[in-house]
Structures are given as structure tokens and as C-alpha cells.
């Protein structure tokens, strides 16, 4: 086995583990999905350093070895319980340089099979970079529909699907913002480039005729224009069905997020469903406040998209069935 692999070959080997060694605040800005952090420089010690290095070089590097050794020292012993010297596993730092290239001499000399990320994250980050940047392989199917519809369903329900709304954590909505805090920009855009590497080889992919922005993420253009331009099939529900969704969805949330969302859309809903909505909300009448928003706000400004077929949601089982089957006969 190679020791030393750019990106794309890292990628491609089938690795037990990736080891980040990049410090706690460089990790969690975004990383390599599915690696884990081994830092052999925490915060702190990597600030120090590299405050030092632009005075006294020589130093600093002696200082940050010093660092370096205490730390792979510890993480030695945790490695030795999560991986085989039996299995590849893979390891990188920011650049490829000092830091991840003295873990990998210990973890080789040991006798481990460890693979090194030529180039490190940011080697990786270009790779994920000119990937989004280009018009991506897979034969798309897409969801289009009615707020409450059920089309998050169907795309969590189905195998080959690409949930946008689960990556940006954010169901696109004046109101979706739910689902907690966003990821970064570069954590949202290798959770994509992971997952569109993870469907190409899927007969097709499903997914949901998202707007291109999502809260504060915006998709990237050969995508977003790539899914558009697929097959769409229409999503019908009734608004019982669908009132019952948003409530089962939404049902929880703050008062404070309500308000600030109902201050977002008021200039799109007549005044009268906006207080009505409000009144709802306040006395407790979920159904309501589902309904009034669907009919007099959602359903008005949502924009009519020309489909290929439509097809009514009864249950999750038929209506992936009837998908497959559309799927099978428009791409074959």
C-alpha cells in the first residue's frame, strides 16, 4: 500500500478510521466526514506556537516537538483499543506537514498500516471544492409539492436519497429553522460532497426541489441546477394530512421563535390570518394555527412547478414504490 495519497485515493481506500490531528477549534470548524479528532497540538498550544514561529523558528519548533511527543504519547494508548494493526487506517493534519507526518512515523514504526493524506485538509477541502463545482454524475428525481405534502418523509424513507434539509439543518421554511444550529459553510459543503460520493452508483437519487437557500447556506449552483432540471413528480396530500404534519413537526416550538417567525412572513399573509394565526398559537389551538398558515400563507406564495407526474401519499411504502417505478421507467 502507497503511504503517502492525495485526495482522491485517500478517499477511495477503504479505511477503519481517519485520524484529524489538527487542533480541537481547527476540527470543529469542519473536517473529513466521519474523522476523528487526535490532536497533537490542543488550542492553546497550537496559538503558542505559532506565535513563536514568527520571532524564533528554531524554537518554536523545538517547543512544539516537545508538545507534539507528550500528546501522540497519550493518544497511543487510546488508538491501541479502537484500531487493528491488521486494518488501513488513514491520518492527516492541515497541510500534510510536521504535525500529522510525526504521528505517521510513530504509527508506522509501530506497525501499523497508516495511510498519509498528501496535501492534508486543505487538499482535501480543493478536492471537495472543485467536485461541488462541477455538474455531479447522478440521475435525480425530484419531490415537489405542497407545504405538509410529506415529501421529508418520503426522502428519509428512502435509501438513495440526498436530504438537504437533514445536511443544512434547516427544513427552507420562514419557519425551519427548527432543527437546531447550522452547520459551517465547509462542514455543510463536505457533508454534501460525502454524500453525492456515497450516491454514485445509485440507479437514481431522490431528492426534494429545494430553494437554494437554506437559512444561512446557500447550495452550490451545478446542484441546485441539476435537480431542477430532473424529473419531478408531484407530491399530493390532503390538508387534514398535511395540517397534522406541520403540527407534529412544529408543534413544539418556543413562543419567541413563533413570534419572530410570524414578523418574517407578515408582509405576505393578510392581516386578518396573521392575528387569527397569532390567537391560535396563544390559546393553544396548534391545528388552527397549521391550517391558516397552509392555506393562507404557504399554498399562496408557493411557486406552481410543471411535474412529470403526480402521485397521492397514502402511505410511505406506496408511494416509495410508486417513485421506484416512475424512476425505473423514465431513466430506462
Known sequence: MTKIIPPNSFLNQDLSLIIDVRSPREYAESHIVGAQNFPVLNDEEHQQIGTLYRTDSFKAKVLGASFVSQNIAKHLLTLETMVSPKKPFGIHCARGGMRSRAFFMVLEAIGYQVV?????????????????????????????????????????????????????????????????????????????????????????????????????????????????????????????????????????????????????????????????????????????????????????????ESYVCAISYQNLSQVITEIEAFAREFYN
Open 116 to 304: 498519509l493524506l498528501e496535501g492534508g485538509y486543505k487538499a482535501y477541502r480543493n478536492e471537495v471544492l472543485k467536485y461541488l463545482d462541477s455538474f455531479p454524475p447522478h440521475r435525480f428525481v425530484t419531490l415537489v409539492g405542497q407545504t405538509g405534502s410529506g415529501k421529508s418523509e418520503i426522502i428519509q424513507g428512502f435509501r438513495d436519497s440526498l436530504d438537504i434539509e437533514g445536511i443544512a439543518k434547516h427544513l427552507g421554511s420562514s419557519f425551519g429553522a427548527i432543527c437546531g444550529e447550522q452547520p459551517s459553510v465547509k462542514s455543510f459543503q463536505n457533508l454534501l460532497f460525502a454524500r453525492l460520493k456515497d450516491l454514485e452508483n445509485a440507479p437514481f437519487v431522490l431528492v426534494e426541489g429545494e430553494s437554494k437557500k437554506l437559512g444561512n447556506l446557500i447550495l452550490p449552483t451545478p446542484l441546485y441546477q441539476s435537480y431542477q432540471k430532473a424529473p419531478k413528480i408531484l407530491i399530493v396530500a390532503p390538508l387534514e394530512q398535511r395540517v397534522q404534519r406541520i403540527v407534529a413537526q412544529y408543534g413544539k416550538i418556543s413562543l419567541q421563535f413563533f413570534e419572530d417567525s410570524m414578523q418574517k412572513i407578515s408582509p405576505f399573509m393578510k392581516k386578518e390570518f396573521w392575528y387569527e394565526a397569532k390567537k391560535a398559537f396563544y390559546v393553544g389551538d396548534l391545528m388552527r394555527v397549521a391550517e391558516i398558515l397552509l392555506v393562507e400563507y404557504y399554498d399562496k406564495v408557493y411557486k406552481k
